[in-house]
């Protein structure tokens, strides 16, 4: 008994001295990071940056060399990988505890660091590992020659690999071939070969414990958020690989997973990317701020065309550093065109204006706005902004540019909506798909900068990046494709990132679906599809203070008489002069063919809502903009918003200067100024018989509310000189 126990102790301390061995030999210390990169990519700065987070010590080999390993996107190639480390592991090849991990840099990020990744390779308990993948790559013929596997990933990827340093060191450095030739038939060779496998002591992780290549894998890989930090979690196998490489067409689905892995957004954090590399320009003088090239393209019909060139002047950045390019393509927005040049030309006088009678295609107009900063080494960068865009933050260009990003677009969306100026995914053709996210970024439920894979309407490009990966690349032009999608598929291919940002609140979209140019006004028909804009534009500025001030902003002229501003003088002006220009009032008789009896007790000389085609929009009025305040007025009283006498009356000494006393058919009445008094017409108003009150100056846009029926029997008072007009609803009959 004696003798068993002292073996065991002994087995014992053979053991605890094994394992204290191999952990000083694993520690984070001697391993060393290998990776190849020519130049500093977006995503290069990506995986050195998960590289920071987690302490790895990198040798970057081949920066600011040129590439000579082909065209390894599109087909075989990457030998020149090789023979870098061939020669950078000749250094290490007699440290046998020193671990090397080679990596690809461009489509790898690190999802965990040393530590994990060295027990993990201990537990597997082989001195070289290659990550494996479900394609046999780039011979399918090899395929057979291949162990079984029985659970996991069969083949060898070269994007990624482990081992002891004199291992790989005695691997690489039988690489005999050209740079063009492929690295990953080159180790695959020498994996098939069993003796050299046995030799090496080599295997795959065929389970992804360390490597997780997306290719193939893509269904598998979800994101797992842990505390204050997202992993990237294999369902398939259950594991947690430390490494994710997007290899073969899968880079869109890296971008979105180093959206969030391993810290870069986080439940717990936030934004956790979204402060580095800042630039700020809070002191710097107007005349040394960036010099913006500003492209504005019109292409379709647009409501609230105004607001959007006004908008251009009220930036928040100074105009002597902007360069303006318009292209209008819309024979109808000429008229604002010029309207706007008239007013503000002396802020932009190297303006460019092209209009429709030059016959210049939106690609062709894309280009050239942008060829010419391209062309211009002083071009810090080139914004482009189209006509459906309103970007109601005037810091919006400043905001951008201190993103220090190469392409950036701030998130917008059309009120209410889901539609956006971002796509969170491609489909396999290239075309929409939604991400798991992005309903969430859109409604503002997830605060960041988004790599995503397209973006329109609104964009920031720095200049740099225009004259170096985008000099030789036609970003708009490509037959049969919308110049949005050559744009974003261009940007793609060169490797460049395109972000969107949602920290701030920069506008939205304008919806132009149904606007209809051939009315006088038709913004004042946009009350459903962009209701916000309809809003800024045809209500008071004042109308909200009501719920705010109600002593301030709502007065009673007269007993249960309410006064209160809803109108802005815009929407007074444009209802005026659409009715003018229908022209069609009635005569002010009893015989009225518009109403059902074909009789109107009290006649007025009007236009009904309905003869415009307005009543729809009207009634939407009543129930957004004057049950609120009925509500509020009349508590206990719920509107149901219902009218069906919605009218224009005009007021004139010659016509019909006043109206005899009377009762309206309605629950309540509105009675809107659209004119004043003063300037317009002298005369006019409201007398109430009952309380013998009478409102002799009413204010162009503020409206009255007063009981219909019973109890304020009233008439309207002689217009002495010029034209009065009112909008009157008879609302609830």
């Not at 005999?176 to 098939?192: A, G, V």
């Not at 819309?330 to 303006?351: C, G």
């Not at 391209?374 to 933050?393: E, G, M, Q």
Request: proline content about 5%.
């Amino acid at each position: 008994m004696p003798s068993c126990r002292l073996l065991s102790l002994l087995v014992l301390a053979f053991f605890q001295s094994s394992v204290s061995a191999e952990q000083r030999r694993l520690s984070p210390e001697n391993l060393l990071v290998i990776t190849a990169a020519t130049e500093e990519t977006d995503g290069f700065n990506r995986f050195m940056r998960t590289a920071r987070e987690f302490n790895y010590t990198v040798k970057v080999l081949g920066l600011g060399e040129n590439w000579r390993g082909g065209d390894v996107a599109r087909t075989v190639g990457g030998g020149q990988k090789v023979r870098w480390l061939k020669k950078e592991l000749l250094k290490h090849s007699d440290k046998k505890d020193m671990v090397i991990m080679f990596v690809d840099s461009y489509d790898v990020i690190f999802a965990s660091g040393p530590e994990e990744l060295l027990l993990k390779f201990s537990r597997l308990g082989h001195k070289v590992i290659f990550s494996a993948e479900g394609f046999c790559w780039p011979d399918q013929r090899l395929a057979s020659k291949y162990p079984e596997v029985h659970s996991g990933k069969r083949y060898l990827n070269s994007g990624g690999f482990i081992g002891f340093a004199p291992d790989l060191s005695a691997i690489v450095q039988q690489w005999k071939y050209k740079d063009n030739d492929d690295d990953q038939l080159f180790y695959t060779k020498i994996y098939l070969d069993k003796t050299q496998r046995t030799k090496f002591n080599m295997t795959l992780d065929h389970r992804s414990r360390i490597f997780q290549n997306l290719n193939g894998a893509v269904e598998e890989v979800v994101l797992k958020f842990e505390r204050a930090k997202v992993r990237a979690r294999n369902v398939a196998y259950d594991t947690l690989p430390v490494i994710i490489h997007g290899n073969g067409p899968t880079k869109l689905q890296l971008n979105y997973l180093g959206n969030y892995v391993p810290t870069a957004w986080t439940y717990e954090n936030g934004c956790g990317i979204c402060d580095d590399d800042l630039l700020f320009f809070n002191d710097a003088p107007d005349e040394e701020m960036p010099l913006v090239y500003v492209a504005v393209f019109i292409e379709h019909a647009t409501p609230f065309m105004e607001e959007f060139l006004d908008r251009l002047t009220t930036l928040n950045y100074p105009t002597g550093r902007i360069r303006l390019f318009i292209h209008n393509n819309v024979v109808y927005h000429e008229r604002h065109i010029q309207k706007f040049w008239e007013r503000h030309r002396s802020l932009f006088p190297d303006a460019r204006l092209i209009g429709p009678e030059e016959n210049l295609q939106e690609d062709k107009a894309r280009n050239m706005a942008v060829e010419a900063c391209k062309k211009n080494s002083k071009c810090d960068y080139y914004f482009s902004i189209d006509s459906d865009v309103a970007l109601t933050n005037p810091d919006t260009l400043r905001i951008l540019i201190e993103e220090n990003k190469s392409v950036i677009a701030p998130m917008l969306s059309k009120h209410g909506k889901l539609w956006s100026n971002f796509w969170g995914a491609l489909s396999p053709e290239g075309f929409y798909s939604r991400s798991e996210d992005y309903i969430e970024i859109v409604q503002g439920k997830r605060i960041g900068l988004w790599n995503v894979p397209y973006i329109t309407q609104a964009y920031l490009i720095k200049g740099s990046m225009l004259r170096s990966k985008l000099s030789q690349v036609s970003l708009y032009v490509d037959e049969g494709m919308d110049p949005d999608m050559v744009f974003c598929r261009s940007i793609r291919d060169q490797g460049v990132f395109m972000f969107v940002s949602n920290r701030d609140e920069f506008g939205r979209l304008v919806s132009s679906a149904n606007f209809n140019t051939s009315r006088l006004h038709p913004d004042m028909w946009q009350i459903f599809d962009n209701p916000v804009d309809w809003k800024e534009k045809y209500i008071s500025e004042n109308y909200s203070k009501i719920f705010e001030d109600e002593k301030s902003f709502v007065e009673q002229p007269c007993p249960d008489v309410y006064w209160f501003p809803a109108f802005s003088e815009k929407m007074c002006d444009h209802l005026v002069e659409t009715m003018e220009d229908n022209g069609e009032w009635s005569g002010g008789s009893h015989k009225d063919e518009r109403l059902a009896g074909g009789y109107e007790n009290v006649p007025t000389v009007d236009i009904h809502m309905n003869q415009i085609g307005f009543e729809k929009e009207w009634l939407k009025f009543l129930k957004e903009y004057i049950v609120p305040v009925t509500e509020k007025l009349y508590p206990g009283y719920y509107p149901k918003a219902q009218a069906i006498m919605n009218f224009v009356v005009r007021y004139r000494p010659d016509e019909q200067p006043s109206l005899r006393p009377h009762h309206d058919s309605s629950t309540f009445t509105i009675n809107i100024a659209l004119n004043s008094k003063g300037v317009d017409y002298e005369g006019g108003g409201c007398r109430f018989l009952r309380y013998d009150c009478k409102v002799e100056s009413p204010r162009k846009g503020w409206s009255f509310m007063h009981p219909g029926r019973l109890t304020h029997y009233h008439e309207g008072l002689p217009t002495t000189r010029g034209t009065r007009y009112i909008m009157v609803s008879f609302v609830d009959p």
